[in-house]
């Protein structure tokens, strides 16, 4: 079955402690793109990348890294996170640029930062 | 700048009315245009897509949208309001590049 992987569904975690969102896409798609999403302000996009070794910032990239080691999988880390940070987040992917194409969303990443 | 504007941040309506949800954009290029729906606790899944071609666009479930270049105009609509219909919709915005926009969204309401 095509789908988008995120892992884990839910986490409450302190601040400061390093933590990563995975990401795993079998599509063999080439754009994948991280997403927060919080009431009232719909979803910002926080990196995204257009294929392997080549990624790109998005809206509001602060706080987050990402990583594009492999076509299916496109980490989100977040060194050290801090109570702003707590979101849904969401990772979506696309076969190309996602201009004309329409994006492939998991099920989303519950975030909690005390 | 690019910019999705939904105009509605809550819409209610009785099951078996017309549903109508609000998108203004703003783009300096050709914009490719999306509706997506997010039921509670779920992703998002797309309704439908503009992409220049026709600019009346039908999508799953019985919803479609019309492109009004001149209104800069994206309004989703349905005939007839279901029960399963209640849940977010967004309006999401590709300039041309990789980046991504979306509204606020829209959360629809359906009374019995």
């Known amino acids: ?8 569904r839910y986490l409450i975690t302190v601040t ?9 896409q079998n599509m063999n798609h080439e754009y994948m793109s991280w997403y927060r999403q919080d009431p ?20 509001v990239p602060e706080g987050y890294k990402v990583s ?3 076509k299916r999988n496109f980490p989100l880390i977040l060194e050290s996170p801090s109570p702003n940070q707590t979101s849904l987040y969401f990772c979506a992917s696309s076969p190309q640029k996602a201009a004309k194409n329409i994006q492939y969303f998991g099920a989303g990443t519950r975030l909690s930062v005390l | 700048a690019q910019s999705v504007t939904q105009l509605d941040s809550h819409v209610s309506v009785s099951e078996g009315t017309p549903v109508l949800l609000r998108c203004n954009y703003s783009s300096s290029y050709s914009p490719s245009l999306f509706w997506y729906v997010q039921h509670p606790n779920k992703g998002l899944q797309l309704l439908l ?8 666009v039908k999508g799953i479930n019985g919803f479609e949208a019309e492109f009004k270049k001149s209104e800069t105009s994206f309004h989703l609509t349905k005939p007839s ?7 977010e919709y967004f309006c999401v915005l590709n300039t041309g590049g990789f980046k991504t926009i979306f509204g606020a969204g829209t959360r629809l309401f359906v009374k019995a």
């Open chain 1, 1 to 8: 079955e095509a789908q988008v992987t995120q892992n884990p």
């Open chain 1, 16 to 24: 400061g402690k390093k933590l990563t969102v995975t990401c795993s």
């Open chain 1, 40 to 59: 009232g302000l719909g979803l910002r996009q926080i990196y995204y990348s257009m294929n392997v070794e080549v990624t790109d910032k998005g809206d």
């Open chain 1, 68 to 70: 594009r080691k492999e």
């Open chain 2, 49 to 56: 897509k503009y992409t220049s071609a026709a600019t009346l």
């Open chain 2, 81 to 87: 309001a279901h029960m399963s219909d209640a849940a």
